[in-house]
């Protein structure tokens, strides 16, 4: 089988190329209409030149899993500016894309915590849309709204699951199809585990992205031996092979929080069970060391006895 791996949106030892250059509502109220315009148009422009830098980082390192900073636009779903930011850059999107395109390189955007279609207010669920719109668009601009994927959390129990899984899908229907189907679930820490996330996904005919580290935080009544085989084949009908996300606990204490880097004894029993199905699977990882700790993983997994490197970022197992 083959591994790939990649890593989440900032490049560690980049000199000030942070991906996710901000600007406030309130600072934006302060300014004159043309001086907003500007602020807007001049932070766009940093992000964007930052991202194609961190993607020539990737191409120089061989890494072909890459996620995307979701604020890459500012105040791009702010219902009091909502601007359009792909006209003005047209041509920068269209760079990024083709660097994708020409080095195989596989997008992804993860929306925050309060993208959700549980809530029973529903303008949480028209903010939930109005965000997939926005990452969507994103990767629509650089066409890559084929293969790229979004990712999100099932949300809430709200004291009452079933119920809530009942108004989920009710809710999703407000999501536009085509955007739908680059839309993926995960199963999380405290609520939905895998077991729930997994009957979701396969209900809604959506890929599900394994959180090995979430997993054990928050365990289904059955192992994951279980579950996996089924997760793999959640994403036949997408045309892109599985995904899964990597990250170890800061200390058994903090058990929920991601270390630095990715403890391999931690995440070793999820490879072998994996071997077991021969199935090729590409491998976020979610340590505050980014790219470093990605680097890391990928040397120590390559010592292993019968694994072979094949690239900077990729090993076959």
């Not at 009452?160 to 820490?189: G, S």
């Not at 931690?266 to 470093?292: G, H, R, S, T, Y």
Request: with cysteine; proline share 4%.
């Amino acid at each position: 089988m083959k591994i790939r791996f990649g890593y989440v949106a900032n490049v560690l030892g980049l000199w000030d190329a942070s991906p996710s250059k901000s600007f406030t509502f309130t600072n934006y109220s302060k300014l004159s209409k043309q001086e907003r315009w500007e602020k807007l148009l001049f932070i766009t422009a940093q992000n964007l030149k930052h991202t194609k830098r961190i993607l020539h980082y990737n191409i120089a390192h061989e890494i072909e899993l890459y996620r995307f900073s979701s604020l890459l636009v500012p105040l791009a779903t702010h219902p009091e500016v909502m601007w359009d930011f792909i006209t003005p850059f047209k041509k920068d999107w269209q760079e990024l894309g083709q660097l994708m395109e020409q080095y195989n390189i596989r997008p992804s955007f993860h929306p925050g915590q309060f993208t959700l279609f549980t809530s029973p207010k529903e303008h949480v669920t028209t903010s939930a849309v109005i965000d997939m719109e926005y990452h969507y668009k994103m990767l629509e601009a650089m066409n890559a709204h084929d293969k790229g994927i979004i990712n999100i959390h099932i949300g809430g129990a709200y004291g009452d699951k079933k119920a809530t899984l009942k108004r989920f899908h009710q809710n999703l229907k407000k999501l536009p199809p085509h955007i739908k189907k680059r839309m993926t679930l995960e199963n999380d820490d405290r609520t939905y585990n895998v077991e729930e996330t997994l009957h979701t996904c396969e209900k809604e005919n959506i890929p599900m992205i394994l959180d090995f580290h979430h997993h054990l935080a928050n365990q289904s009544e059955q192992g994951l031996s279980h579950y996996l085989s089924r997760i793999f084949q959640s994403w036949g009908h997408s045309g892109n092979i599985p995904k899964v996300h990597l990250s170890s606990p800061k200390s058994e204490q903090a058990f929920r929080s991601h270390a630095d880097f990715v403890a391999l004894d931690f995440v070793l029993p999820f490879f072998k069970m994996a071997k077991e199905l021969n199935q090729d699977f590409d491998i976020m990882i979610e340590a505050k060391q980014k790219n470093l700790a990605m680097h890391a993983l990928v040397e120590e997994i390559s010592s292993i006895r019968g694994v072979k490197r094949i690239s900077a970022s990729s090993v076959e197992w």
